[in-house]
């Protein structure tokens, strides 16, 4: 028996389309299932929780964008016996560039029947989990000026426009008992590669190889921001001199900024990470 917990609004109606697609696909194989809708913020998780509080072994499908995987992340009760799938069918899909998991939903599922399973890590923010990218600063004041429009259009714009007006701010960080001080833009403590639309904050992180990439990204002294912008975009900052570029265990992040945990923000909250290695079972993708 699979459990789909399924956010049919997510990606401009690609959630709703590929419901339907997996509902006839299992109908039509004779695979067992039961499917459940999310109707607002915080229902998957709560879904989740409701699925995998028994000890038994329980596969949980995720079909949504990279809000609704956080979500049923953060659900999850028994992560010893809870096996979790991606389907994906958000307007990002920033995790699975990572991850792997098949774009098309049919070529995903059959991934997760396939029952070829890994351990994956996760990213552990006080008591919730990040499975992709959490951070502070810029990431924070961009997610709040597209908050109800998100797309990779207009989260690139809302970038621009921020980037006009935005003011680098003092931050302490603490990486694996080590503290410094930064005039910052922003920091992000990755355990997946991409965020906001593919945007490669850190192309050399691995969801699976348990350690967290942190990536701090100050002024530069040029004050010219735009060529390096193009860079960001591409993955090709790594190695310039305003990247700050950790591998570590922990991070604590002092800072006067909300923070962000896959997108979603999170106030009042500070931004204090460890990896969790191999924290989570989840399903091999087919490569293609």
Request: proline content about 4%; charged content about 25%.
């Amino acid at each position: 028996m699979i459990n789909i917990i399924a956010n049919t609004t997510s990606g401009k109606g690609r959630g709703l389309k590929n419901t339907k697609k997996i509902v006839e696909y299992c109908m039509k194989k004779g695979i067992p299932y039961a499917l459940y809708f999310t109707n607002r913020a915080g229902h998957a998780c709560e879904i989740t929780r409701s699925l995998t509080q028994s000890g038994e072994k329980t596969t949980v499908v995720a079909l949504g964008g990279d809000g609704t995987f956080h979500e049923v992340l953060n659900g999850i009760v028994d992560t010893e016996n809870t096996y979790l799938g991606f389907i994906p069918s958000g307007r990002g899909n920033d995790f699975v560039r990572t991850y792997g998991a098949n774009l098309d939903p049919i070529d995903a599922l059959e991934d997760i029947l396939r029952g070829e399973t890994q351990k994956i890590d996760y990213i552990q923010v006080g008591d919730k989990r990040c499975l992709n990218v959490c951070g502070t600063g810029l990431d924070v004041a961009v997610l709040k000026a597209v908050e109800g429009k998100k797309s990779t259009l207009t989260y690139y714009l809302a970038l621009v426009q921020c980037l006009r007006k935005f003011t680098p701010y003092t931050v302490t960080i603490e990486v694996d008992g080590k503290k410094e001080d930064y005039e910052c833009i922003m920091v992000g403590a990755c355990n997946g590669k991409a965020f906001g639309g593919n945007m490669r904050i850190c192309p050399v992180a691995e969801i699976n190889d348990g350690k967290m990439n942190v990536v701090l990204i100050t002024w530069p002294e040029t004050n010219n921001i735009w060529p390096i912008v193009a860079k960001f975009l591409k993955g090709d900052h790594m190695d310039l001199p305003i990247t700050h570029h950790y591998v570590c265990d922990s991070l604590t992040v002092t800072a006067p900024y909300p923070i962000e945990l896959d997108g979603e923000i999170y106030e009042d909250r500070k931004l204090e990470c460890k990896i969790v290695s191999g924290g989570i079972n989840t399903f091999v993708p087919k490569k293609k």
